[in-house]
């Protein structure tokens, strides 16, 4: 795993980005945070697009950018692919130039990955021969998405490439986009402000705000933080979780998932037993019993769990988070009055009671 | 029938080819920078190469004629590598008409790089293009129907000249009396004839070029919007 450490401090008239990281890459880590908060500054600076003064890039034992040095190289010597938030293609040539533009400028050496499998993977056979200007925005996309892997990029830079698509072609990408990961072993940096996307396809996240970070890790840990409510809305925080299908029950149409903390049973999913997939607990959709209920509850999914951090008391706020540890996070949003009649204190063991469970694959709808 | 000298139709042909060579070498790079740069010596450098349009052709000639002469620095320059100086001289009208019709051509091109934009040049670098590669490969092939403007307009605009040609060509047969100054000649004469034929010739030529060029240029794939 290769480790991409960046410092830049850029001014612009409107604001300041100020990053100093050591970002772990492995599959997709994305990029995350309210429109103009400097997502897209700090993918270009990656890129070399910006030049941030006294800034510092290298990507393992590379180094891009090390201004105490002056050294700096332009975007077209870096080996890092680039998909815009357009795509960008060559309007003057077919498809199939413009997939192989940049093949015929990677030295032959550096080529990992040939025109067929691009063409393979991406579903790019019946466009081949076409002119890039007479393809759909998702056609012209995924185009631009092969032409940066043939490039054979040890880092490929993605700036929300789905923001001008409907959801059946954001649905085909986020697939293709996932295959990549998975087929390419090629790390991604993918720019969004799109939830959804965020939360299908991070495995690290990098929260953004005003031009600063300020956080970074593993998905599942930064949304089920206390006090995240002020960077992603309230009505998305929730621990995100990766579970496997254990086994339909077919008589109540339900299927059983299992976890690093235990199982959750959902409505019937369409996939194979040892698939993997995706949840998200949203915040709101936990509720907390201090005792174990002597009643009967119609909620199907009750885990042990214990109080772990107790998010900041605002008087003015009537909700508070809760985090809880259920063999991993879990965070529940509830009303401070509510707290205080539990008396909940860290370290206590709590039922956790989960009202629903969101499949991130139905989230783009 | 009366007798027509074809010999100022010929070097006018030749000068205007001449010219729109020397003004694509010298107008992409400036073009290339007006559209790109954020320098803010960009307007005063857009004004210097807008000034041929609003000068007097004999305001610009004048200056031109004492700069390509013996005694300017250009013209002494000249001399003292060729042996002449280039007032009355073939190369002296290139260097007139082309500063004459260099907002022709480079106007058209400025706006042909600026609706190509940054994008297709950042997604080419983003692809291992180096600048120059990205221009030849991406920017270039883009422009074509900016330069096609550009080389009609630049061509055009030389074979109509009529101010600055007199002013520092002269009219001297074969070497820099050119067709608008012949047929000038041949008015003044009242050989109304001469006069008809070469003008004709001009109108017909001029029709067709342009008819040519739009023909072809409807015809170009490339829509750059």
Known sequence: MSELTARFDVTFPTFRLQVNASIPLEGITVVFGPSGCGKTTLLRCFAGLIRSPSGFLSLGAHVW???????????????????????????????????????NRTPISERRISLDQVVAILGLEPLLERRATHLSG???????????????????????????????????????????????????????????????????LLLLKEGRLIAMGPLGEIFSQVGVRHVISDSHIGAVIDTRVADHDVEFSLTTLTFTGGQLSVPHQHCAVGESLRVQILARDVSLVANPPAFQTSVLNVLVATVMEIGPIEADQPFVDIKLDIGCPLLATITRKSLAALKLHLGQKVHAQIKAVALTHDFLD | ?????????????????????????????????????????????????????????TVLGFYLLILLGPHGWIGSASQAVTGSALSFTFSGLVIASALYSLP???QPLHGAFESIGRKPLEAAWALRASKLDTFLTIASPMASRGYLTAIVLGFAHTLGEFGV????????????????IAIYDHVEVLEYTQAHMLSAGLLLFSFLVLLMVYTVNRRLPIHVS
């Open chain 1, 65 to 103: 950018q090390d201004e105490t040095t002056r050294l700096f190289l332009p975007l077209s010597q870096r080996p890092v692919g680039y998909v815009f938030q357009e795509p960008r293609l060559f309007p003057h040539l077919n498809v199939r130039s413009n997939l192989l533009y940049g093949w």
């Open chain 2, 1 to 57: 029938m009366p007798d027509i000298d074809l010999g100022p139709l010929w070097l006018t042909l030749q000068l205007a080819g001449v010219t729109v060579v020397v003004l694509l070498i010298i107008g992409t790079p400036i073009a290339w920078w007006l559209a790109y740069t954020r320098s803010r010596a960009r307007t005063v450098v857009e004004a210097v190469v807008a000034m041929p349009l609003v000068l007097p052709p």
């Open chain 2, 104 to 106: 022709f051509v480079v």
């Open chain 2, 165 to 180: 040609v007199l002013m520092v060509g002269g009219n001297i047969p074969g070497r820099t009396k050119v067709l608008s």
């Open chain 1, 138 to 204: 998702g056609e012209q996309q995924r185009v631009a998405i092969g032409r940066a892997l043939l490039t054979s990029p040890r880092l490929l830079l993605m700036d929300e490439p789905l923001s001008s698509l409907d959801v059946q072609r954001k649905r085909e990408i986020i697939a293709f986009i996932q295959r990549l990961d998975k087929e390419f072993k090629i790390p991604i940096i993918y720019v969004s402000h799109a939830l959804p996307e965020v939360v299908q396809l991070a495995k690290t």
